[in-house]
């Protein structure tokens, strides 16, 4: 895409968002193109300006079971978060705590004692029977956007795996011989099933960029397992639908919580476009070494906004994006670092970035 070099008339600020995670008010530029257009840009590795994520829209529609059960309803039916919980498209039963803002399958009821009963006991869902004309009709107006639709897909292969069993149970049949075949042929069945929906997703909401597929590997402190046996267990069921992705020329962007900096490498493997890790991985370091395979959510340094001068925050942008925006090597700066992200800190990346991947 041919786009011109920077004009300071694009700091012109049109309109105003929420911030992030309870982060500053979001300024929003003149720009040059869509929002939409620079993400994928940023995704061919053609980048335009710094993405920090308010170029693209959540989509997470009503239509799917599995976003009522978990209460993350993000569409146009006027179902808000943290309304629903219940049965999940497997028909296993959700309860949302609002305490913690999250919904969690009712431990203790696991829906399979051993993996190798799959075959016998899991009822698939028929997607078909699902109203995908009513959900079209509700979402026209809310997919009629400038920014980049990124559709979620909640409970991805191990995730899945512990709603069938509980968190113990899934763990051990990762790791146990006699359960371990059963397992992988429940992630290739599983993968077979979301390329299924995503093709129900892209025929009634073809305004759909890019899919984010959910599945958490990690705990505060540590992977949850050995990348060997990620490597073993899940990274082919998840390069299945990567592929199948790809194929259709849209991109995909794992949401994987934890500490998984072991696990980077076969993020990379498994076909994911991008990940953006939590505050508890080392971004910096992680975009140093992997940063040219893989778009990394990249975390700003952290300090307290409000007692740094403007002149301090032009500083802190300029050093971040002398460091991160480059035009060969791009990445995304991530919400986690929302907190930092102030006007004057955006308009001077947005600024630099504009500069520098227009050399």
């Known amino acids: 895409m041919a786009v011109p070099a920077f004009d300071p008339k694009e700091l012109k600020v049109v309109s105003e968002r929420p911030g992030f995670l309870g982060g500053p008010a979001i300024p929003i530029f003149d720009f040059p ?7 994928k840009a940023l995704y061919k590795r053609e980048p335009i300006w710094q993405v920090t994520g308010i170029e693209s829209q959540m989509f997470c529609p009503k239509v799917n ?3 009522i059960a978990r209460a993350f309803v993000v569409d146009g039916s006027g179902m808000k978060l943290g ?5 999940d498209m497997f028909g296993i039963e959700w309860e949302y705590i609002a305490q913690v803002g999250g919904s969690m399958v009712r431990p203790g009821k696991p829906y399979l004692d051993d993996a190798n009963e799959w075959q016998e006991r899991v009822i698939w869902p028929d997607i078909d029977k699902w109203d995908w004309e009513q959900a079209a009709k509700e979402n026209k107006e809310f997919l009629s ?3 980049f639709i990124m559709c979620w897909l909640m409970n991805g292969w191990y995730e899945r795996l512990i709603s069938f069993m509980d968190f113990e149970n899934a763990a051990y049949a990762m790791i146990d011989e006699d359960q371990q075949d059963a397992v992988k042929q429940i992630y290739d069945k599983l993968s077979d099933l979301y390329i299924r929906l995503i093709d129900k997703y892209l025929q009634y909401f073809p305004q759909i ?7 958490d590997w990690g705990s505060q402190r540590e992977t949850f397992f050995s990348p060997a046996l990620a490597a073993e267990m899940i990274v082919p069921a998840m390069k299945k639908v990567t592929d199948y992705l790809h194929s259709k ?4 962007d794992l949401h994987s919580c934890g500490q998984l900096f072991k696990q980077v490498p076969n993020m990379i493997a498994a076909g994911w476009d991008s990940w953006s890790g939590q505050a508890m991985n080392d971004t910096h370091k992680i975009y140093e070494l992997y940063g040219d395979k893989l778009l990394i959510g990249v975390i ?3 300090y307290d906004s409000t007692t740094k001068s403007d002149q301090e925050q032009i500083e802190a942008a300029n050093k971040y994006a002398a460091a991160f925006c480059n035009p060969k090597k791009p990445c995304i700066t991530s919400a986690y670092g929302s907190n930092v992200l102030t006007a004057v800190y955006r308009e001077e990346l947005y600024k630099q970035s504009r500069t520098n991947f227009s050399k």
Request: net charge negative; proline share 9%; aromatic share 10%.
């Open 145 to 147: 956007s400038d920014n």
């Open 300 to 302: 700003p340094g952290s």
């Open 209 to 215: 960029n890019g899919f984010c597929i959910h599945d």
């Open 249 to 252: 020329g849209i991109f995909c």
């Open 83 to 87: 309304e629903g919980g219940g049965v």
């Open 33 to 39: 193109v869509k929002p939409k257009e620079a993400y």
């Open 65 to 67: 079971p599995d976003n």
